[in-house]
Nanobody, 123 residues
């Protein structure tokens, strides 16, 4: 079955950096676009970034402002999110998701997501 397991979250001070990882299994990873999204208590889900199946194209939510980079390694079935210059408003649970086959974009649908990794930005 499809499994997505995130790691790399934690507590970081404002201006700090984190690198999130997502290990995928149970499907042909290189055939699917992938996504990172986040959800904070009391807030709606926000798509942070998406990357196409080949790892050639990526898109970001407006709030990223060049601070984050999504990448993938199709030989290792991994997708990553490097986050720099973190702000308190970035505090949220971060999830990776497998976009539906043939789908791509910030609003693309997904059926599978991981349990998430918590990112807390605070001094």
């Amino acid at each position: 079955q499809v499994q997505l397991v995130e790691s790399g979250g934690g507590l970081v001070q404002p201006g700090g950096s984190l690198r999130l990882s997502c290990e995928a299994s149970g499907f042909i990873f290189k055939n699917y676009a992938m996504s990172w999204f986040r959800q904070a208590p009391g807030k709606g889900r926000e798509t942070v970034a998406v990357i196409d199946a080949e790892g050639i194209d990526s898109k970001y939510g407006d709030f990223v402002w060049g601070r984050f980079t999504i990448s993938r390694d199709n030989t290792a079935n991994m997708v990553y999110l490097a986050m720099n210059n973190l702000r308190p408003e970035d505090t949220a649970m971060y999830h990776c998701a497998r976009l539906n086959f043939g789908s791509y974009g910030l609003a693309a649908p997904y059926e599978h997501r991981g349990r998430g990794t918590q990112v807390t930005v605070s001094s």
